[in-house]
């Protein structure tokens, strides 16, 4: 599966040997492998004649894995190309080059019908409820429209399956004949999780699924999408910007930074030992909400704003808002390598070699006990 | 204030909309102070009350369908009893406010230049040039690089934290003493964040302004305020100094609030988050008595009652809405973990 260009000019590792050397996949190994996934937009002027002028690098070069049963947290700032990832995985939007693999079975290059059919086992849920439910479709509809579209069930039967759906997240199953707009947010983004395990999917990709929501309810969703990857044996890859939250539901996390990624490993390991100086600043730009555990550390401040994925830096996308930057990291593009474990990252200064004073800092002290 | 009084003292305030469902009881008997120098959090929910309280304070709230009772006293004289004339001389010099959303904030077809200078201009007889110099220093002063040739932009050409930048130096026009920042980092990304965070703290470091910072989260309560309110349904419902919230909190919202948080620090927690239960209530028929209630585990038959906002901890200035007893709090608030949370207590 190598074949695919490599677009960039430091080569990443391929899926097989992230997998080679990772200890995580304990139960059945991967169900998603992306391999040198690209996805390139044309940005075009012109009026009669559209000229390509240049190309956004949402995602460029990105190679990953999601184990059977586990979550893989995918965190990094908006315009960094997780979105675009997630939709791309499951084409949604087509991939510029690159392949994934879903239990093995290659995914680009299948037909419409072959697809659709591969995206019963692969669902989808929104950031924003509101923008996710057709208004002028009451909620069993919306739920039920799966069933129909997969020709798997219809009238009373139908009916009866998504009144259990709507139960299954939290729902009055009475509610079957209401809009969207009689629910309230929380309600709304239950109805997506409803219309998502409608084909009983085995994974499903989760973008921003609690970021449109007020933290009583935040906590709400994710114990529900806890309590079902439980009890229906699912996998998630689950996109957020709130490191906190991710950190909670993840086993694995993958960092992004404009359209690459740049480390990726146990949540754990992400965590307490970080090793790209990115994911450091991120972890420390988090204000933690405990006065003292806060006030104990020194948050590392990037300067300067997320660079533009249609003009992005050369080499390291990162050494112009970086503080351990050097010459080499504006000239030769870090390779993603394995610093053991399965925690990898692409960076020519890794934090735990040559600054282990940084992680310190920006750590907090002995958490006090709340 | 010289005698060391309050610089900001809001008393029993309410807003309450007319709308067509019914009236909208947006703010239920709010006070606050707010000292000089200090950081005030406000902490709470969507419809809790936090921005409406806030835009009242500066007249924002002031329509037809609108019902505005209470005192809201900046340095001594109540802006309520104002009428929009002045009001203008306080609001945007003295009380400046900068909103969530940076991008709706600036008006589209206009340089930021011409913005800034409008303000400065509206506030006083400057010269344009002085406007213009004062712009300039004021873009340099909140960390805006090549400031000279950024103050011929449009806004569309600033990135989402340049935005805020620029309405937090529009908003320094005047040298206020008070600045209200009503979710000033919501839209911004966490680098960003807490870029604009520091800024706020140095300038108010530099310039001595109180600040009243109103959020969701309490990460951000946590890294700037001194004292803090939690509102919840239009009402405060606990009232401390940040340490007083954080590691002694009265109110069984303050727990369901601190149980339900995900920490970049702790390692996944083996069970599931403490959650609140339930909705946030209708503020067009609010339930009786508390309106924490039908979310409550531990409710009981006084309830019903409203329980007025009082020192019940046994620290004079930390102030909650409970009727339940100091010790029955201190226990009923830790869960399984031994963290704070909102559970409902072991039989």
């Known amino acids: 599966m190598n074949d695919a260009s490599t677009p960039s000019d430091a080569p ?3 899926v097989d040997e992230m997998k080679a050397k990772d200890r995580t996949a304990s139960n059945g190994g991967p169900l998603l492998e992306v391999e040198h996934l690209v996805k390139h937009f044309p940005i075009k002027s012109g009026i009669l004649i559209d000229r390509e002028i240049g190309q956004v690098r949402a995602v460029d070069d990105v190679s990953f894995f ?6 893989l947290g995918l965190v990094g700032e908006s315009g960094c190309g997780k979105s675009t990832l997630c939709r791309t995985v499951l084409r949604l939007i087509e991939p510029t080059s690159g392949s994934m693999r879903f239990e093995g079975r290659e995914l680009t290059g299948l037909g419409r019908n072959d697809m659709r059919e591969a995206r019963r086992d692969m669902q989808m849920i929104f950031q924003d409820p509101y923008a996710s439910l057709n208004p002028r479709k009451r909620v069993g509809q919306i739920v039920g429209d799966p069933l129909a579209l997969h020709g798997i069930s219809s009238g009373d039967e139908r009916k009866r399956q998504v009144q259990e759906l709507l139960e299954r997240v939290g729902l009055n199953p009475e509610h079957f004949n209401r809009y969207p707009h009689e629910f309230s947010g929380g309600q709304r983004q239950r109805i997506g999780i409803a219309r998502a395990l409608a084909l009983q999917p085995k994974l499903i990709v989760a973008d921003e699924p609690v970021s449109a929501l007020d933290v009583s309810i935040q906590a709400q969703i994710i114990n529900l999408l806890d309590e079902l990857q439980d009890d229906l044996d699912l996998t998630y890859i689950f996109v957020a910007h709130d490191l906190g939250v991710v ?3 993840s086993d694995r996390i993958a960092v992004m930074y404009v359209g690459k990624i740049v480390e990726i490993g146990p949540a754990e390991a992400v965590y307490t030992n970080p090793i790209h100086p990115y994911t450091l600043s991120l972890l420390s730009a988090i204000p933690i909400p405990d006065p003292r555990a806060n006030d104990s550390r020194e948050p590392m401040v990037l300067e300067g704003d997320v660079p533009s994925p249609a003009n992005p830096p050369p080499a390291c996308r990162f050494h112009t808002r970086c503080p351990f930057a050097t010459e080499i990291c504006s000239e030769v593009e870090p390779e993603l390598i394995d610093h053991g474990g399965g925690h990898w990252a692409a960076c020519h200064h890794p934090l735990h070699r040559e600054h282990p004073e940084a992680v310190r800092e920006a750590t907090p002290g002995e958490g006090t006990p709340t | 204030m010289s005698d060391g009084g309050h610089l900001l003292e809001v008393e029993d305030l309410h807003v309450s909309f007319d709308t067509d469902d019914g009236v909208v009881k947006a703010v239920d008997g709010v006070s606050f102070t707010v000292e000089p120098g200090r950081t005030l959090g406000i902490v709470g929910e969507s419809g809790s009350g936090k921005s ?5 304070i500066l007249g924002l709230t002031r329509a037809d369908d609108a019902n505005v009772s209470g005192r809201i006293l900046f340095e001594g004289n109540d802006l309520a009893a104002l009428d929009d004339e002045g009001l203008q001389g306080t609001r945007g010099n003295e009380i400046a406010m900068i909103f969530q959303d940076p991008l709706t904030s600036l008006h589209p077809f206009y340089k930021v230049g011409a913005q800034m200078t409008e303000a400065i201009q509206a506030h006083g007889d400057a010269s344009d040039d002085e406007a213009r110099e004062r712009s300039i220093e004021l873009l340099k002063l909140v960390g805006i690089p090549d400031a000279e040739r950024r103050f011929g932009e449009y806004p569309h050409e600033f990135s989402g934290g340049m935005r805020q930048r620029v309405m937090i130096a529009m908003a320094l026009t005047n040298d206020p003493k008070l600045l209200i ?3 000033p980092t919501t839209a911004l990304d966490v680098t960003i964040q807490a870029q604009i965070l520091r800024l706020i703290e140095r300038l108010q470091a530099e310039l001595g302004m109180a600040v009243i910072m109103i959020t969701h989260d309490l990460g951000v309560i946590a890294e700037v305020a001194d004292d803090v309110l939690v509102m919840y349904g239009g009402r405060v419902v606990e ?19 601190l149980g339900s948080l995900t920490r970049t620090d702790r390692p996944r927690r083996s069970g599931r988050l403490a959650q609140i239960a ?10 009786d008595g508390c309106h924490f209630r039908p979310r409550c585990p531990h409710e009981f038959d006084k309830c019903p009652q409203v329980p007025g906002l009082e020192a019940r901890s046994g620290t004079r200035d930390h102030l909650d809405r409970c009727w339940l007893t100091a010790d029955q709090k201190r226990t009923l608030r830790v869960v399984d973990d031994g963290e704070i949370g909102l559970e409902e207590p072991a039989a």
């Open chain 1, 66 to 71: 999601v184990n059977k049963g586990e979550t």
């Open chain 1, 12 to 14: 990443t590792p391929g």
């Open chain 2, 181 to 183: 920042a009503d979710e």
């Open chain 2, 239 to 257: 009232q401390g100094t940040r340490d007083e919230i954080f590691y002694d909190p009265q109110h069984p919202y303050t727990w369901g609030l």
């Open chain 2, 278 to 287: 339930g909705q946030p209530p209708s503020l067009i028929a609010p339930p």
């Open chain 2, 52 to 56: 409406v309280a806030n835009m009242t």
């Open chain 1, 247 to 249: 950190r909670h539901v």
